[in-house]
């Protein structure tokens, strides 16, 4: 995994391109070591991701969003009317940037 740390998140990439292990990787990692960070998990290094390879970070993506922080995907190959509610998915890093800074407005606001 690649975790680059910016202003306000961390970005974290994989560098094997195995979704499954990556989501179990993440299951492990993010409790231990970026409990109390944003993260943007970059998806775009999958050229052929599916929702069924999304699914693979779901558990981790509820477990971080269910703590109050932001976790964010990015990825442009799926639909977005098939991606389940709960996670937060959008086509670039500026736009993930954006949903971490209005999320942290709400939180700031006790929403």
Wanted: charged share 25%.
């Amino acid at each position: 995994m690649i975790a680059t740390k910016h202003e306000t998140f961390y970005l974290l990439t994989d560098d094997n391109k195995d979704t499954k292990s990556f989501g179990a990787y993440l299951m492990r990692i993010v409790p231990e070591h970026y409990a109390d960070d944003e993260i943007v998990v970059d998806l775009t290094v999958y050229s052929q991701i599916t929702l069924g390879h999304l699914l693979h970070f779901l558990e981790v993506s509820n477990l971080h969003r269910g703590n109050k922080h932001s976790f964010v995907f990015v990825c442009d190959a799926i639909d977005i009317d098939d991606i389940p509610l709960e996670m937060v998915v959008v086509p670039t890093l500026g736009e993930a940037e954006d949903i971490i800074e209005m999320e942290n407005i709400e939180r700031d606001l006790g929403f």
